[in-house]
């Protein structure tokens, strides 16, 4: 699937690759609107997102040009607005066939899962990890945390998002897990779910900024643990009390 991305920004484009290249999403940039719209037939893209904070004066003849050749259906127009975007603007696009805004600092991972989200009411990914991810909530209880594998230490910190699969793990301290490779398994971890805590084993992925772990699951008891408590969230949100 093709993305357009009409912005200046790289750090923008290194997000989408970063988070989107593993859902099969290719992302192409224009740094030119102009030009974008020039070549929009040779692209062909399934998704065009559109920075208002850097063509401000073009995103409207942009997206009224598109419309003009290709439906909400065919090409997905997401509009990446920064903070101080007009109301007034917003109830234009609207008007104009935009598919929806999203956030354009994308500086969270609610962020990209609430743009990921958008977008799939359109088009169907290619999931390459196969289990969609959750980003924890307040009244959710999901907690993590492993023994380095070299210095027997406890690592804690904060899971970014999770799925049945493995999850996305902010260390408190850094510097803990700054020697951790890719390919290294973890043997003693411990994931909460509400009451419940399973012991397990999780292979690093990558380390970049955070870890990505994928869980040693031979039994398929710890996704079904997770994928249960994932699907009682909306009896947690409402107090109904589906802890487990």
């Known amino acids: 699937m093709k993305v357009l991305l009409v912005s200046e920004r790289q750090d923008l484009r290194g997000q989408l690759d970063h988070h989107f290249n ?12 102009i030009k974008a719209m020039d070549n929009i037939d040779e692209i062909d893209p399934d998704v065009v997102l559109f920075s208002a904070r850097d063509f ?18 065919a090409t997905v127009f997401v509009l990446l607005r920064p903070p101080d975007f007009a109301f007034e603007e917003a109830s234009k696009a609207q008007h104009l066939g935009v598919n929806g805004l999203a956030d ?9 899962n609430r743009l990921r989200d958008l ?3 359109y088009k169907e990914l290619r999931e390459q990890r196969h ?17 380095h594998p070299r210095t027997l230490q406890f690592v804690t910190g904060r899971i970014e998002d999770i799925s049945a699969s493995g999850l996305r793990f902010k260390a408190h301290r850094a510097q803990a897990v700054t020697e951790i490779e890719s390919g290294e398994l973890l043997r003693h971890c411990s994931l909460r779910l509400g009451d419940s805590i399973l012991n397990l084993e999780a292979e690093v992925v990558r380390n970049d900024d955070a ?3 994928r869980f040693r699951d031979s039994s398929g008891n710890v996704q079904e643990s997770i994928e249960w408590y994932l699907g009682q969230h909306s009896k947690r949100e409402l107090g109904i009390g589906a802890a487990r």
């Open 119 to 121: 977008i799939v009411r």
């Open 56 to 73: 401000p004066r073009h995103w409207k003849p942009f997206l009224t040009f598109l419309r003009n050749h290709r439906t909400r259906d």
């Open 131 to 147: 289990n969609k991810r959750y980003v924890p909530q307040p009244e959710d209880r999901i907690e993590f945390i492993f023994s």
């Open 104 to 112: 354009d600092a994308l500086a969270d991972r609610q962020d990209i």
């Open 211 to 213: 870890l990505s772990l």
């Open 22 to 33: 593993p859902l099969g999403l290719e992302v192409i940039q224009y740094w030119n609107p």
